[in-house]
């Protein structure tokens, strides 16, 4: 047996420490830490979230942007009404309700309103108005004073538009998939209680945020909402012609059934009655 001295031992066990760490180098990339998946989360979550607060409008132009404010009608009233009803965008919705108003017509400005908010439930100058034409009417004893809870949970309801609730879906669907990625990832000898608790957390979010779109959309498209146009009008019962009480222009009314001329809504204190369908206009 050939002899080796201690030096080449030593060269030889050298050489095959320096091969075992190229080795090492050359194998696949740790397990994300805890420390770079919260990072990635944070920077999901800049660069997501001004997304939220745009609003895409289905008519942009110079004449009719996107910000709420008002801006001249055409030359007819006639030809405004067309345009706003072809193009369904809320901001030309809103100026014919002020157009509207400043005639003196209520009704047909909240009608216009209404419109304006069936599109867009964030246009907040459209909803100001509405409200300070509810306040001033002379019906506006028979809309009933919201507990502070329910006032808020509206607000927020309110200004999760469509629009906002999609982007935020997809914005919580893409955090659910990378918390996903980081349970299956995670390391199997550590705590999983964490990325379990994320992900559950944004999926509960994306669930909610869908859940909500549907019924958005859901109300978007069968709104039952009908205000009253005409100057006064008398609310009959709905069993007989026995009359009930006088209601005035702007009035804002739910339509339950349609019962030949006869519309039977519920006001928003939850009385029951029937209006002259001449008298009243759906929102939709």
């Given at each position: 047996m050939k002899?080796?001295?201690?030096?080449t031992l030593f060269?030889?066990?050298?050489?095959?420490?320096?091969?075992l760490q190229s080795y090492s180098k050359l194998r696949l990339p740790k397990m994300w830490s805890y420390?770079?998946?919260?990072i990635l989360l944070v920077l999901v979550?800049?660069?997501?979230?001004?997304?939220?607060?745009?609003?895409?409008?289905?008519l942009q132009t110079t004449n009719f942007s996107g910000s709420g404010e008002l801006t001249p009608l055409p030359d007819t009233l006639d030809k405004a009404i067309r345009l706003a009803e072809q193009k369904k965008n809320p901001d030309l919705f809103y100026n014919l309700g002020v157009e509207f108003f400043s005639r003196g017509e209520i009704g047909m400005a909240n009608l216009y309103f209404l419109k304006a908010l069936n599109i867009n439930s964030a246009h907040s100058p459209a909803r100001t108005n509405l409200e300070l034409s509810i306040h001033y009417s002379p019906d506006a004893d028979l809309y009933p004073e919201q507990l502070f809870l329910v006032q808020v949970l509206f607000k927020v309801l309110?200004?999760?538009s469509v629009n906002r609730l999609a982007i935020l879906g997809l914005v919580f669907?893409?955090?659910s998939a990378v918390s996903l990625c980081w349970l299956l990832f995670y390391n199997p000898e550590k705590e999983r209680a964490l990325p379990i608790l994320t992900l559950t957390f944004c999926l509960l979010l994306c669930?909610?945020?869908?859940?909500t779109l549907g019924i958005k959309l859901h109300h978007q498209?069968?709104?039952?909402?009908?205000?009253?146009i005409v100057r006064q009008t008398e609310l009959l019962s709905p069993a007989n012609n026995n009359v009930i009480q006088t209601v005035h222009s702007g009035l804002i009314v739910k339509i339950v059934q349609d019962n030949g001329n006869y519309y039977v809504v519920r006001l928003p204190n939850n009385q029951m009655g029937r209006l002259n369908k001449e008298a009243v206009r759906k929102v939709i």
């Open positions: 002899k080796c001295s201690w030096r060269l030889h066990n050298k050489k095959n420490s320096s091969n420390s770079e998946l919260s979550i800049i660069l997501f979230c001004p997304t939220l607060f745009a609003q895409a409008d289905s309110n200004y999760l669907l893409f955090l669930v909610s945020a869908f859940v498209q069968h709104n039952r909402s009908a205000v009253v």
